[in-house]
């Protein structure tokens, strides 16, 4: 049997393939939250009850026409905001990354486990298949039902530089 066909390497695909997921949530976190705190801000500044609301600037005639177009991209925000459901995404996302930072942690043991033993034994394939139905339903519960393609080949990318395959230890069979 060749290097590329050791059952090793499902432990190692699984292991690139949960610091994947990990890497694809916390962008698309980041993402989200950036996009939650853009819309509160906006709200916030249009507010009328603002600080920002009182500013001499708003008096001017440019001021007023500034005002009256963040008035108007603060209503929209506020009626299609909802329908958006961003703190529902935020604890989606939030709770993938958990499961998935979870399973990376245990497939980096199992890894370790290989290199220290020096050999793919039972014991360490049954803790692998515990891994695995483990974390089954983090999976079902993706919240990008259709990923990001840019950003998920760029989180691949990263991976495959971070992890690449001469870096794992395969056992001789």
Known sequence: MN?????????????????????????RLRQVELLNRACEIILLI?????????LW?????????????????SAIIATVRPAFQLTKKIKD?????SGYQTLEYD????RQKIEQRG????????????AVERHRNVELASPDKVPNRKLLQNC??????????NSFFVPET
């Open 156 to 165: 691949t990318n990263a991976v495959l530089a971070e992890m690449p395959a």
């Open 119 to 130: 050999t793919y034994d039972d014991k360490l394939k049954a803790e692998f298949m515990k």
């Open 3 to 27: 290097r590329e066909q050791h059952p090793v390497w499902a432990v190692y695909d699984r292991l690139r393939t949960a610091r994947l997921n990990v890497k694809y949530y916390c962008e």
């Open 107 to 110: 497939l980096e043991i199992i």
């Open 93 to 97: 996302y939030e709770a993938a990354i």
């Open 46 to 54: 249009a507010a009328p009850t603002s600080a920002i609301a009182g």
């Open 57 to 73: 600037f708003w008096k001017t005639d440019i001021g007023k026409a500034v005002w009256q177009s963040l008035g108007i991209v």
